[in-house]
């Protein structure tokens, strides 16, 4: 029996010692009372200071504040030196003229039609010289209000079709009229850019052409415009880019604003050299402005217009020839002139055109 109970002892593992009490895990730390966010203040070249190691321990990286990320480079304040915005230039006649420069002048195809005068036939000259001895002429020249006139000549397509001999009666009035101070006078000869021109898209040809190349002459002639505000009127964009209608636009706001003792003659000469399908839109609009300002009653000053042809015009006289209009004093044609001694007309021609034309130019009716 002890045996046996000896035996057990020995197979039955002895109990273990009790064990001590554990010791109890260490309290967390109390969570960092940060207060309010406050931006960060400028630092003098020194690093911000880096986020505490026990906010770590508590909360993600993504519940940082934005002021304890570690900065990569000192937060120092460079201030900037103000900008100066400078007020837009308003447009000038100098800056009109940049925009609208054409490779020729007036002057240029003045001279050149001058010097064409031997080549025209003497019958044609004397024709021509015909036109300031009828009435309706004289009262285009002469009354005191605004007028419009077209003549059309019965030259034929001879050699001298391009400049003809209305050409040279066109640049003497023109050169007539600027000896007088009152007068401001644009002159555009289509036959001294179309003969070669035709087939090019050049700048010196078309209804723009002309249009630029009367708001350059009314610029030289009068240096007094206040353009103050253009840019509300007219779209300067379209202007630089040659929009035909801008121009128009433009050329009428310029005249509304000349001084009321002025008068504006407006010439063109060959108007059927540009009767063309390339060109033909261009001179409708241009002649419909001109033939508008002498219509319209807002426009300071008298306006006369006058368009010539060495032969007879489609659509330019029908833009003369109002609707229902049955007055001819707009209108003269070569065709209906008598026939005369051209040699004994030919000997007193310039002699008479000098005392006709100072006799309308002393005119202040």
Known sequence: MNQFKEFIRERTPSPSPSPSPSPSPAPAPAPMLLGPWQPPTQAQGTPLPWYPPAYTQQYPYYMY??????????????????????????????????????????????????????????????????VMSTPEFRDWAIKA???????????????????????????????????????????????????????????????????????????????????????????????????????????????????RDLILVCIIDGAVHFEIDAFEDGLQKVIKCLLSLSKDNTVPIPVKVLVTSPIQTEMTAHLFREEGDDDDSRFISLESFPEINYISAAIESDREMNEQLDAYEGNDE
């Open 65 to 130: 504040p934005p002021y304890m990320y570690p900065p990569q480079q000192p937060l120092v304040w460079h201030p900037q030196a103000s900008v100066q915005v400078q007020p837009a230039v308003s447009p000038n006649s100098t800056w009109l003229q940049e925009v609208l420069h054409i490779p020729y002048s007036d002057d240029k195809d003045l001279n050149q039609v001058s010097n064409e005068k031997d080549a025209i036939s003497l019958r044609h000259r004397v024709r021509a010289e015909q």
């Open 145 to 259: 209000g605004s007028k419009e006139l077209l003549v059309e000549g019965d030259f034929g397509y001879d050699d001298c079709h391009y400049i003809s001999a209305l050409s040279l009666l066109c640049a003497t009035l023109t050169q007539g009229f600027r000896t007088r101070e009152e007068y401001i006078s644009a002159v555009f000869f289509c036959g001294c850019h179309g003969k070669y021109d035709q087939d090019n898209d050049d700048e010196d040809v078309g209804g723009v052409a002309i249009m630029k190349s009367m708001i350059l002459q009314l610029l030289k002639q009068y240096h007094s415009f206040d353009l103050t505000g253009i840019e509300k009127d007219i779209k300067l964009d379209l202007l630089k880019d040659g929009d035909i209608d801008q121009l128009c636009g433009l050329f009428v706001w310029l005249i509304k604003r000349l001084p």
